[in-house]
């Protein structure tokens, strides 16, 4: 049940946008998404419950489409700060208990 | 106010041997849960606790096992370690189940020998 991300990397200039994607086989209840730099603990950037919403956070937002088990994760306007690798991590309808399955992240490079 | 602090945060053991792995959550969060992310892949999940209670386990054998104290910090045990045990274990706290965002912990580098 391991989510699937695209693409696996990525190679942007500052001020680029980026679009990484998260698929599911299963029911959703929710996606989390994270970003994990060398070295660091992954830091938390939002979570999106089913529904169809979408958030955003400065210039990071995302969607996530219930109905297609798959939620995109949108950089606009990328920054070198953006640089890591982007996880979503997924919980599944119905699961009876907190579990996140992480997918094997996308790595997201920023250059001058 | 402190983050998700886990100790130690670099080990090295010898096939055979037993480990324990601690984790303090942030003040006020119940809930911890412990993952494994082997390099180059995403953190897989092995243990939930809230309430001092397990609330989800992941697939991993019967030599990881953990518990959640009344201060809610919490251990991660492994018996009998194997090479492929080697991996970076991060811990997550979170304010209660579901629905809510997880601080995950710096981890603590496992290294088996």
């Known amino acids: 049940q391991q989510p699937v991300q695209s693409p696996q990397a990525v190679i942007l200039r500052e001020g680029e946008d980026a679009v990484i994607n998260c698929s599911s086989s299963?029911?959703?209840?929710?996606v989390h998404w994270y970003r994990q730099k060398h070295g660091e603990a992954p830091v938390f950037l939002m979570i999106?419950?089913?529904?169809?919403e979408q958030k955003g956070h400065d210039k990071i937002s995302a969607s996530f489409n219930e109905k297609k088990q798959q939620s995109s994760l949108y950089l606009t306007a990328s920054q070198l700060s953006y640089s890591g690798t982007y996880f979503c991590g997924t919980e599944l309808s119905g699961a009876g208990s907190y579990q996140l399955t992480f997918g094997k992240g996308t790595k997201l490079s920023v250059i001058p | 106010d402190a983050g998700v602090t886990q100790s130690p945060t670099h080990l090295i053991k010898t096939r055979g041997q037993h480990v324990t792995l601690r984790c303090s959550p942030i003040s006020g969060h119940k809930s911890v849960s412990w993952y494994q992310q082997v390099l180059g892949q995403g953190p897989q999940f092995i243990f939930q606790y809230y309430e001092k209670e397990e609330r989800g386990r992941g697939n991993f054998p019967d030599r990881f096992s953990a518990r959640q104290f009344p201060n809610y910090s919490s251990e991660l045990n492994v018996n009998a370690l194997l090479l492929g045990d080697s991996a970076l274990y991060l811990c997550a706290s979170s304010l209660q189940v579901g629905d809510t965002e997880a601080f995950f912990g710096q981890g603590t580098r496992l290294t088996v020998v």
């Open positions: 999106l419950l089913k529904g169809g």
């Open positions: 299963k029911a959703l209840y929710s």
